[in-house]
Every structure is written in C-alpha cells, then in structure tokens.
T-cell receptor, first 111, second 113 residues
Framework: KQEVTQIPAALSVPEGENLVLNCSFT??????LQWFRQDPGKGLTSLLL?????REQTSGRLNASLDKSSGRSTLYIAASQPGDSATYLC??????????FGRGTSLIVHP | DAGVTQSPTHLIKTRGQQVTLRCSPK?????VSWYQQALGQGPQFIFQ???????QRGNFPDRFSGHQFPNYSSELNVNALLLGDSALYLC????????????FGSGTRLTVV
C-alpha cells in the first residue's frame, strides 16, 4: 500500500524567499507523480506532473524533482509571493494506479 | 474546454438522509474517481469508475455507492448519512489509467447536521 508523507506540515515565510517542499513515498514502482495546489475550501489545481522517466519538471517559478530510487520528490518555489499562499499536495499512484495523497504542506507567504 | 464540473457546490443534509453528488469529467477523459477530504487532511480515495463499472474501491462502507453514465459523467450516492460524512467531496477525471495526470473539480462541500 502506497503511503505518502509531506514535510513540513506548515510553513510561514516572508515574501521573496525560495522554498522547498518535500514529499516521500513508500512504493517506488510509480509511473508518475503529480503536485497540486489547494486554496481553502476549494478543489485541487494541478501544478506539475512528472513522469517516471523524468527527473524534473518546471513551470514558471515552480520546479519539481523526482528521485524514484529514494522515494522522494521536491517542489521548489522561487521568489515566493503572497499569492502562493495555499496548501500544496503531492499525489503518488500505487499498484492500482490510484493516486494516494499526502496531508499537504500549508504555506503562508506574508508581505 | 470545460474542466471537471461538480454539482452542487454546497449541501446541508440531516443525519440519516441520503445524498447524490454529480460530476462531469473533462472533455476527452473516460475515468472518474471520487475522493473525500476532511478538514486538514489529504483527499481519501472512495472509488473509481471506468466503462460504467466500479474499477477500484477504497476503504469506505457500502453506504457509499456510485454510478457512471455512457457519457462518462458520474454520481456519488451516500445513504444513511452520519455526522462524520461531513467533508469536501472531490471528483477527478483522467484517461489512460492516469498516465497523463488527474484533473479535479472544485468539489462539493457536504455538511451533515
């Protein structure tokens, strides 16, 4: 059974900092990993999808890396802004191809 | 191109009642998955529908049931509602067993009183 852990659980930083959000998973036989953003009480917005054959994906100020062998993915946020405040979730499929989610990292970026 | 559409947005029900939530998948997607998200938790997988059949099921009781229609839209039904069923219910659509990722809707906030 896939288990996903996200560290830290919460983060509060001043605007402009570069951030690192971590996701670890127990079953490394995955074919992709997806990072999402969730605003309070809202649905999930996909940020980045990394296929198992890739080491990283970039979109604007976001960069996600994937190390299957160690069961880890990292989301980097460059030059954080107050609009980045949200919960960030990683989703990792298990043997049945169904994504399993971590509990997320709650991020607050203050001006 | 419309994404995943869920209805209703909010719902208040009384304990013991039954509820039906609806989801229309993103154009081009043929698979619908349902998740329950309690406050402060990550989404928990309920079940997945493909070709109008339940393909996978998470650790949820039989009070939770679903259906997928020929146009790929889906319904989630919950019978005999409990206070603990209060949560955000998320629908996600995908294709090719999620090889191209999952697209989520905005969710339905269910409150059981």
């Amino acid at each position: 059974k896939q288990e996903v852990t996200q560290i830290p659980a919460a983060l509060s930083v001043p605007e402009g900092e570069n951030l690192v959000l971590n996701c670890s998973f127990t079953d490394s036989a995955i074919y992709n990993l997806q990072w999402f953003r969730q605003d309070p009480g809202k649905g999930l917005t996909s940020l980045l999808l990394i296929q198992s054959s890739q080491r990283e994906q970039t979109s604007g100020r976001l960069n996600a890396s994937l190390d299957k062998s160690s069961g880890r993915s990292t989301l980097y946020i460059a030059a954080s802004q107050p609009g980045d405040s949200a919960t960030y979730l990683c989703a990792v499929p298990g043997g049945s191809y169904i994504p399993t989610f971590g509990r997320g990292t709650s991020l607050i970026v203050h001006p | 191109d419309a994404g995943v559409t869920q209805s209703p947005t909010h719902l208040i029900k009384t304990r013991g009642q039954q509820v039906t939530l609806r989801c229309s998948p993103k154009s081009g997607h043929d698979t619908v998955s349902w998740y329950q998200q309690a406050l402060g938790q990550g989404p928990q997988f309920i079940f997945q529908y493909y070709e109008e059949e339940e393909r996978q099921r998470g650790n949820f009781p039989d009070r939770f049931s679903g259906h997928q229609f020929p146009n790929y839209s889906s319904e989630l039904n919950v019978n005999a509602l409990l206070l603990g069923d209060s949560a955000l219910y998320l629908c996600a659509s995908s294709s090719d067993r999620g090889g191209y990722g999952y697209t989520f809707g905005s969710g339905t906030r269910l409150t059981v009183v």
